[in-house]
């Protein structure tokens, strides 16, 4: 089973970047899927978060407005894109899919997490 991050980049502030997360070796089309990011020297800090049919998403307040999470079960791939790029945006981004259907901002909720895939944002 792995999760595949990808997209991520060197952007200009207020730049755009859109990572996706693809699924492999099962399906995730009934599990929650979460985005959660981690800068240098500081704490893994939830983003976003979707329900297994993308009914229901979570964000975090420093991105709310900005990042827009989606999925496409067909393709067994979750998406987040990220507009009005920051620099404290900086990090390393993880996806994760949940135990449940349900999205989640605690990461003891996922049980599959990805690599990360870099995201610098220039000032």
């Known amino acids: 089973v792995q999760l595949q991050a990808s997209g991520g980049g060197l952007v200009q502030a207020g730049g755009s970047l859109r990572l996706s997360c693809a699924a492999s070796?099962?399906?995730?089309?009934?599990?929650?899927m979460g985005w959660f990011r981690r800068a240098p020297g500081k704490e893994r800090e939830f983003v976003a978060g979707i329900s297994w049919r993308g009914g229901n998403t979570l964000y975090s307040d420093s991105v709310k407005g900005r990042f827009t999470i989606s999925r496409d079960n067909a393709k067994n791939t979750v998406y987040l894109q990220m507009n009005s790029l920051k620099p404290e945006d900086t990090a390393a981004y993880y996806c994760?899919?949940?135990?449940?259907?349900?999205?989640?901002?605690?990461?003891?909720?996922?049980?599959?997490w990805g690599q990360g895939t870099l995201v610098t944002v220039s000032s």
């Open positions: 070796g099962r399906t995730f089309s009934n599990n929650g």
């Open positions: 994760a899919a949940a135990r449940s259907s349900v999205a989640s901002t605690s990461p003891s909720s996922y049980n599959y």
